[in-house]
């Protein structure tokens, strides 16, 4: 499975931004996509998920301000609202076939917020 991403970049506090991510290759169902990230000088943490069935998970911190979608062409979507300097981090695209667990990992995308 390979993953390609795209969007991020700079923005100030309070501003959106849109993360998308393809899956190609190999796609088995059901399956997770979704994003993690990981700031510096901590460890890669979730930000949301969603299966193939469309059920969503989101970390407690993007509640609210984050949404994620999927549509057929195995993609997923992030936007992110109300954006804060503490979501600065790389964005990893993430793919997982339910039940097994071998993780697939996009090469990262830079989300910048300033404040």
């Known amino acids: 499975v390979q993953l390609q991403a795209s969007g991020g970049g700079l923005v100030q506090a309070g501003g959106s931004l849109r993360l998308s991510c393809e899956a190609s290759?190999?796609?088995?169902?059901?399956?997770?996509m979704g994003w993690y990230r990981q700031a510096p000088g901590k460890q890669r943490e979730l930000v949301a998920t969603?299966?193939?069935?469309?059920?969503a998970n989101y970390a407690d911190s993007v509640k609210g301000r984050f949404t994620i979608s999927r549509d057929v062409k195995n993609t997923v979507n992030l936007q992110m609202n109300s954006l804060r300097p503490e979501d600065t981090a790389v964005y990893y695209c993430?793919?997982?076939?339910?039940?097994?667990?071998?993780?697939?990992w996009g090469p990262g995308t830079l989300v910048t917020v300033s404040s």
């Open positions: 993430y793919f997982r076939v339910i039940a097994t667990t071998k993780a697939f």
């Open positions: 969603m299966t193939s069935l469309k059920s």
């Open positions: 290759g190999s796609i088995s169902s059901p399956n997770f």
